[in-house]
């Protein structure tokens, strides 16, 4: 009887936490505004201009799928969010699955427990962009490749394979996993772990070997293209240290120290999980701090790196838990709480005062349609968001001259992040214009942590 409850209780706990997930990510997925990303994913997405730079052409499966779903549902913040939020939610037992297979059931079900509500993960479940098939696909890839060692299985290296050529498709960022996959399979002839079966059999050797150059063959001729593109034409707007920055952030400063304790009695044990894990980060994190020093970068290109922080974090929950006395195991627990805690709270801070990482271009534009006049003209900082909502023309405020806008006889009406701290959105001239010659009509706040995403709205009057 209990070799029958224990798996009845441990579905029932992963659809749950499956459940709660889907809920706090349906939440509000419609109503958000579009931030500008979201709305250039929208317009490729829609007219099929995905494939005319090398950026959008280097990984197009993400376009294909958004405009199947816009399509289906309709051109809406919804409609370009289901896709997204439908991954963020097939992730969770997903990872679920190989974290039990990794580590243990107890580790697997507090790494659900903190994807369901780790605010990044929310954010990106309800963000029209790649990263939440990203998450899903590299993670496979990840856990594939791991397990393919350890159970001597072609079908599972092929799988990461397979796995690793979609996330790539998906983004390009998921090319640092195959340095990961190198460096893993190197360091274990040569570091004191002991290697898996599946590194003494000579056939997966060689099917690793030539699958992996299988995929560095196949995905090497648009990198080439893509390289060239983003160090000629794409200047370095995100320092490493903004990048840094907005990693603490995201993970949290709680969980990015308890897995890096955690990595260390791993590697003390000699425990080649560790080795994988600290791997898959610390590769992660380098390349992406030294590709920021050339070309554009962001932080996301990190986000399937959570789930090793995640798991990693549990997995000192539950050691603890399991290693101390029973009267001290109340501390194993109350970190599990702890860890919880923070997450909960910023998740209201997400949905309360943050507006979920996004400006409020939507109200903004909402507030100048229901005092719109006929001759009235619009300006914005992001003309595509406004030029949306408000469904008429409007001017870039980076081709918009200061003076044939005073010498017009119109209202203008500006809709601008702050432009006391967006400095590099249009000229010091228009900004002294806005500030000197327009009147403050309302400002829209959202902050994320130490960034502003204030909108404003400016009149003015002839």
């Not at 070997?209 to 560095?216: E, M, P, R």
């Not at 943050?354 to 100048?368: D, I, L, M, Q, T």
């Not at 119109?410 to 249009?426: H, K």
């Not at 829209?444 to 002839?462: H, I, M, N, Q, S």
């Amino acid at each position: 009887m209990k070799i029958l409850k224990r798996p009845t209780l441990e579905s029932t706990l992963l659809i749950s936490i499956t459940a709660i997930a889907a809920f706090i990510r349906l939440y509000k997925l419609g109503a958000w505004s579009f931030w500008i990303d979201e709305m250039c994913t929208v317009q490729y997405a829609c007219t099929g201009h995905w494939y005319e730079g090398p950026m959008q052409i280097s990984y197009p499966v993400n376009f294909l799928i958004t405009g199947l779903f816009l399509r289906i549902l309709g051109i809406s913040e919804f409609g370009a969010r289901f896709f997204p939020f439908l991954m963020g939610c097939l992730s969770i037992p997903v990872m679920y699955y190989f974290v039990k297979k990794m580590f243990n059931k107890e580790t697997a079900i507090l790494t659900a427990l903190f994807l369901a509500f780790s605010p990044w993960h929310i954010y990106e479940s309800q963000n029209a962009r790649h990263f939440s098939l990203l998450f899903l696909l590299s993670g496979s890839s990840l856990f594939c490749f791991y397990f393919a060692w350890e159970e001597k299985k072609t079908k599972l290296m092929i799988a990461s394979a397979l796995f690793l050529i979609a996330a790539i498709f998906t983004h390009s960022s998921a090319i640092f996993l195959l340095p990961v996959y190198l460096l893993y399979s190197v360091l274990l002839h040569l570091g004191p772990f002991d290697r898996p079966e599946g590194m003494k059999t000579r056939r997966l050797i060689v099917t690793a070997f030539v699958v992996f150059l299988a995929v560095f063959l196949v995905v090497l001729p648009v990198y080439l293209i893509l390289g060239e593109y983003l160090l000629a034409e794409m200047v370095a707007w995100n320092p490493p240290s903004n990048i840094f920055m907005s990693l603490i952030h995201y993970i949290g400063v709680a969980f990015i120290c308890i897995s890096i304790f955690t990595l260390l009695f791993l590697l003390h044990e000699r425990d080649r999980r560790g080795l994988y894990m600290g791997l898959f980060i610390a590769v992660t994190i380098f390349l992406l701090l030294v590709s920021a020093k050339f070309t554009i970068a962001s932080g996301e290109y990190a986000y399937p790196t959570l789930i090793a922080h995640f798991s990693l974090a549990a997995l000192a929950c539950t050691k603890i838990i399991k290693i101390l006395p029973k009267e001290l195991r109340i501390l194993g627990v109350g970190l599990s709480c702890i860890l919880l805690l923070t997450l909960v709270s910023s998740d209201y801070l997400y949905f309360r005062f943050e507006n979920g990482n996004r400006p409020k271009w939507k109200e903004a534009s909402e507030f100048v349609s229901r005092r719109f006049e006929e001759e009235d003209r619009v300006g914005a900082s992001v003309a595509s968001i406004v030029e949306f909502y408000l469904a008429r023309p409007v001017h870039w405020l980076g081709q918009l001259d200061v003076n044939q806008v005073k010498a017009s006889k119109n209202r203008y009406w500006f809709i601008v992040r702050d432009p006391r701290y967006q400095a590099s959105s249009f000229s010091r001239e228009f900004r002294e214009f806005l500030l000197n010659d327009c009147q403050l009509m309302t400002r829209f706040e959202a902050t994320t942590g130490p960034k502003r995403r204030d909108v404003e709205v400016f009149l003015y009057v002839p």
